[in-house]
């Protein structure tokens, strides 16, 4: 098979926020995109120009993988999180990599969420996870299964970028959040491109990637810097255990993890285009 742009594929098993990230950087190189989505007719609107030349094919796990959706794929990026019954490509095919004959790379999108609660002390990719909940034990399983198929594992902190950071959340007046001592860790969307693309060019299958900035924060940091940047007021803050949070929401809350994401410099190179959410933001809202 040739390895030109022209004969490359990317099979996007959940066209996102961050798979259209990657996709729109390697359809510039040429590769031919293909995306799975719950709604095509919406899905078609938010891409735009970009539509009429990626293919996009709805579903939403609930049916068998069509398997000829994976045979001209030579890259694959799935993103589409386990539910109860387990992965959904998974389950829906056979043999995954029989249904991926010319396949080159697979990259699995997780979440630092697998390593549960280190009481605030900070993690690598040598670090044996630990999750704490129901969703986060499924996501390890998910990524030891696809590892095991010759997947490249990133588990990413919490994704931001244009359209998606606390700069909305200042505009929207959302009240923060203030937990002594709780951090969150980011990473701007573009970086995880960056990422991926690296990945791509210097494959290792089976490797593991934390995708993080290294440079977690509170939440009233956050919103508080926002906000300064919009030149509007920041709401007042609430005390986490007077907050009205969903079970989902409050979940996030409650492991205490920081992540120092060594493999992508140290293997793939990369160099972080937003190293904190300070950075990030300004470009944010500046793009």
């Not at 990230?21 to 970009?50: E, Q, Y």
């Not at 700069?167 to 937990?179: A, C, E, F, H, S």
Request: net charge negative; glycine share 8%; aromatic share 6%.
């Amino acid at each position: 098979m040739s390895d030109s742009p022209s004969a490359s594929r990317l099979v996007c098993l959940g066209l996102g926020y961050t798979a259209e990230a990657l996709a729109r950087r390697l359809a510039a190189r040429g590769f031919a995109i293909v995306g799975t989505t719950r709604d095509v007719g919406r899905k078609r609107a938010s891409l735009g120009p970009d539509a009429d030349a990626w293919a996009l094919i709805a579903w939403d796990g609930s049916a068998p993988l069509p398997e000829a959706l994976l045979a001209g794929a030579t890259h694959v990026l799935h993103s589409i999180m386990p539910d109860a019954a387990g992965d959904p490509v998974l389950r829906g095919l056979a043999n995954a990599m029989e249904s991926m004959p010319a396949v080159q790379w697979i990259g699995y999108l997780s979440t630092t969420g697998v390593y549960g609660d280190h009481a605030g002390a900070w993690v690598d990719e040598t670090t044996v996870p630990e999750p704490s909940k129901d969703r986060t034990r499924r996501r390890l399983v998910a990524e030891r299964a696809w590892q095991q198929l010759g997947a490249h594992v990133f588990r990413l902190a919490g994704i931001y970028g244009p359209g998606r950071s606390a700069l909305d959340r200042v505009r929207k007046g959302d009240t923060p959040i203030d937990k002594p001592g709780k951090c969150f860790n980011r990473i701007h969307v573009d970086d995880i491109a960056s990422v991926l693309e690296a990945s791509i060019a210097r494959p290792n299958p089976g490797r593991i990637y934390d995708v993080a900035d290294g440079s977690p924060a509170s939440q009233v940091e956050l919103l508080a810097y926002a906000a300064e940047l919009l030149g509007l007021p920041l709401a007042p803050t609430i005390p986490y255990d007077e907050a009205e949070l969903s079970p989902m929401a409050r979940s996030f809350w409650e492991d205490d993890v920081k992540i120092r994401a060594r493999r992508i410099r140290d293997e793939l190179g990369v160099t972080l285009a937003y190293p904190d959410y300070r950075v990030g933001l300004r470009a944010c809202l500046d793009p």
